[in-house]
């Protein structure tokens, strides 16, 4: 299935039938994981992609890409001397974010990345090497890493001359979110000159901090269910990140101030001289759950061609990390540039975590490797909480939650439509009907299209949330601000042949201060009926 649809994106380049000249260049930028990266050997020159793939992916892992940290570079290197990882440039980027794995016959979605949203935005009029454009990079790295930032510089120019000298709309998902905010930091002239639009979707702007605690204890599996037996093991793939700057920088902001505050818990027993022992629940936040990573990780090795390499946590790129969120936290949005930040809510996010239980506590801190954590959620995208997500920290046109998983979101219909109006690429929907300038309002119209076929039709109980940013700065100072406004939407849609759709919605509308409004979109009641 996946060589088929494959072959459909190719044909669809080459024979694209329509194409829209007048559109502004779009740059696509990954998260972590979401780049094709091949291992070229420079002994003999051959190349092969080792990220990501089906077969024999745990060899090639922990041959070409288990690394080791170079606190004088800030570089991870791999250990094989020979080996040096490349990101290829196919179709102008979008070869290595487009789908990761070209060889997988099943589970295809599970690795399709950009593939949708670069099928759906060729229907729009872009085209490949004019209008569309993909930069994948070694997603190992730390997100301000030189080298990284000098790639990006150059694809900026390239892209902006190839499409005429029209600046860039960048559309990023997941980390991508902090490598473009990192590069806004350190080449902000460059930035300005280049960039018109930045789409940010699913950005852990102040980290993941469940997701990273349980990666530096236990791994993480790049895919989920059953399809995570056909890659690398948790325990791989932990051996691989425990040396990635970029899995450190995830960790979150120091110095953020958590409505929620993330903890690294623990049923801790303790053993006293006299033989006596007392279990206690200990609760760490961030910065506190340090000392107990180093401690259960002091042991950690990796056998390497025959030797066992020592793997604790490594200080050098903590410290690397928390320079790193120093930087982001001067980012400073250019006039000329408009922002946007699309997040993933509805799912179960890991927010905090605990090892143990008061039955079963742990004695040992080396233990917590092989213990499974029970997790405390919020609301989020399954990978980047919700709190994290919309704390950008930049003077953005809109921060929109729409429900969806942290991959899964890139193939959602509703968010092709939020980025198509954003992007102005095409006719104006004509179900746009704003609360004002800046509020897409969700639609399920797709589905009369799409399902119009089936009757009876239900869509309930849908809860999206919209944080509108005021242009009007005086309009805050009116008397009636702190005036909580409720009001109902009812659009119809008929036609002649008799089918219609129904959309109602209630919306509350919460005025704060500095300029911003939290607008709730609750009880979204969509039927289609194709009689």
């Known amino acids: ?94 070869y290595a974010l ?33 209008t569309l454009f993909g930069f994948g990079y070694d997603f190992r790295q730390s997100n301000r890493l030189q080298e990284t930032m000098d790639r990006l510089a150059a694809k900026l120019e390239s892209v902006y001359n190839a499409a005429g000298g029209k600046k860039i709309n960048i559309i990023t998902h997941s980390m991508g979110g902090l490598l473009v ?58 051996q691989l990140l425990i040396e990635c700057p970029s899995i450190y920088e995830l960790m979150g902001g120091p110095n953020f101030h958590w409505q929620h505050i993330p903890r690294l818990e623990l049923w801790h027993e303790k053993h006293h001289s006299d033989g006596q022992s007392h279990i206690i629940l200990e609760s760490y936040p961030p910065g506190d759950s340090i000392e107990v990573l180093k401690q259960a990780l002091a042991n950690n090795t990796v056998n390497y061609d025959g030797k066992d390499l020592p793997l604790p946590l490594n200080l050098e790129i903590l410290k690397w990390a928390n320079r790193t969120w120093e930087i982001l936290s001067s980012a400073k949005l250019p006039s000329q ?17 605990c090892y143990g239980t008061e039955d079963k506590p742990v004695s040992d801190l080396q233990q917590l490797h092989n213990l499974e954590a029970k997790c405390i959620h919020v609301d989020g995208d399954g990978t980047v909480p919700v709190e994290s997500a919309k704390a950008d920290g930049l003077n953005a046109e809109a921060r929109v939650g729409i429900p969806g998983e942290h991959r899964g979101i890139l193939r959602e219909p509703h968010l092709f439509r939020i980025i198509k109006h954003w992007l102005k690429a095409g006719d104006p929907d004509p179900f746009y009907n704003p609360i004002n300038d800046y509020v897409v309002l969700p639609t399920a119209f797709e589905m009369e299209r799409r399902f119009k076929e089936k009757e009876g039709l239900e869509v309930a109980s849908l809860k999206e949330d919209w944080e509108i940013i005021s242009k009007d700065q005086d309009e805050q100072n009116n008397t009636d601000a702190d005036i909580t406004s409720l009001s109902s939407i009812s659009v119809l849609h008929g036609a002649a042949n008799q089918s219609y759709s129904e959309a109602r919605a209630t919306i509350i509308v919460h005025p704060g201060n500095d300029g911003k409004q939290h607008v709730q979109l609750n009880a979204l009641a969509v039927s289609v009926d194709a009689s």
């Not at 092969?48 to 290197?77: C, H, I, N, Q």
């Not at 204890?217 to 948790?234: D, R, T």
């Open 181 to 238: 905010k990192c590069f806004m930091c350190l080449q902000s002239d460059v930035f300005e000159k280049y960039v018109k639009n930045w789409i940010a979707i699913c950005a852990p702007f102040q980290g993941a901090p469940g997701m990273v605690n349980s990666t530096l204890l236990n791994g993480m599996s790049f895919l989920k269910g059953w399809e995570q037996n056909l890659y690398i093991s948790k325990w791989s793939m932990h």
């Open 337 to 353: 540039v408009k922002f946007y930040n699309i997040y993933g809510t509805n799912i179960a996010t890991a927010h905090s975590v």
């Open 98 to 130: 487009d789908i990761l794995d070209p060889d997988l016959l099943i589970g295809a979605d599970s690795v399709y990345y950009f593939h949708d949203m670069i099928v759906e935005m060729l229907k729009w009029g872009y085209q490949e090497g004019r």
């Open 1 to 94: 299935m996946t060589i088929l649809r494959f072959s459909f994106i190719r044909k669809t380049q080459e024979e694209q039938p329509y194409v829209n000249p007048n559109l502004d260049p779009v740059l696509l930028v990954p998260g972590i994981g979401g780049s094709m990266l091949n291992a070229v050997d420079d002994q003999n020159g051959t190349e092969e992609r080792v990220w990501v793939r089906f077969l024999s992916a745990e060899y090639e892992l922990k041959t070409k890409l288990w690394s080791r940290y170079d606190p004088s570079t800030g570089k991870t290197e791999s250990l094989d001397k020979n080996t040096r990882i490349t990101v290829p440039e196919d179709r102008s980027g979008l």
